[in-house]
């Protein structure tokens, strides 16, 4: 999976070598996200009605429908996840859905910007109206951590756009002021961690359930590990 990114990201530099070849990437992407976001729509409006519906007839049928065996750790995570209406679109989960959007919506704001010293209207309409439906996507994900990561880069970008000069002036002093506040608020993390045996909101509990319980895992697997792709496997046996 690794070498795939890699390969993947190494062949994109040697292939996009013209502008009009970048533009073609953008749109291709940024169309993807339309689409995208209709899928969170019918999944919202439709396919979870559904699901659940039939999960309630028939438990059974519909568990043996996603091949997971009645009674497992994973028949319980899946009916959780259809209660919960995790809408991740054509991505497995809700936050990967979220990241993409944040990517595609970074981009379109990019495409907005080359457009609008042009002064044409017709490609800004567009693109807003793009912006709001990949906007509606992000909102029907659902995904906590991705709208408030999206908040966040937002203020960030306008945090360095004010700050440019002092960036130009003293990069250094920004960059060190930058990761001595990544590492306190690793470290703070950490200790409310230790102190309450949770983190809070329940999805940030379930990350720190994680983290614990792989903690324990290595201690015991440190040389050898579990096996390619068993985390899953091994982590009923770790977790609290």
Request: charged share 15%; glycine share 8%.
């Amino acid at each position: 999976n690794l070498l795939s990114q890699l390969t993947a990201a190494i062949l994109l530099i040697q292939l996009l070598d013209a502008p009009w070849k970048h533009r073609l990437l953008v749109c291709a992407i940024i169309a993807t996200a339309a689409t995208q976001a209709y899928r969170c729509w019918e999944q919202h409006h439709y396919d979870f009605n559904e699901a659940i519906r039939n999960y309630k007839e028939n438990p059974q049928r519909a568990l043996a429908a996603q091949n997971i065996e009645p009674g497992t750790y994973a028949a319980e995570q899946f009916g959780e996840r259809l209660y919960s209406r995790d809408v991740g679109g054509y991505f497995a989960i809700s936050n990967t859905a979220a990241a993409f959007f944040i990517l595609t919506l970074c981009m379109t704001l990019a495409a907005i910007g080359k457009r609008w010293s042009k002064n044409n209207a017709a490609p800004l309409l567009l693109a807003a109206g793009l912006l709001a439906v990949q906007l509606l996507g992000l909102a029907l994900t659902q995904s906590k951590g991705g709208i408030a990561s999206f908040a966040a880069e937002i203020l960030l970008m306008l945090m360095l756009w004010a700050g440019r000069k002092m960036l130009t002036q003293h990069p250094k002093a920004v960059f060190s002021g930058v990761i001595v506040l990544i590492v306190l608020g690793i470290g703070v993390i950490i200790l409310y961690g230790l102190r309450h045996d949770r983190l809070p909101s329940n999805s940030m509990w379930v990350r720190w359930q994680y983290w614990t319980a792989s903690a324990d895992m290595i201690a015991e697997h440190g040389l050898t590990g579990v096996g390619a792709e068993n985390f899953g496997r091994y982590y009923p046996r770790y977790m609290d």
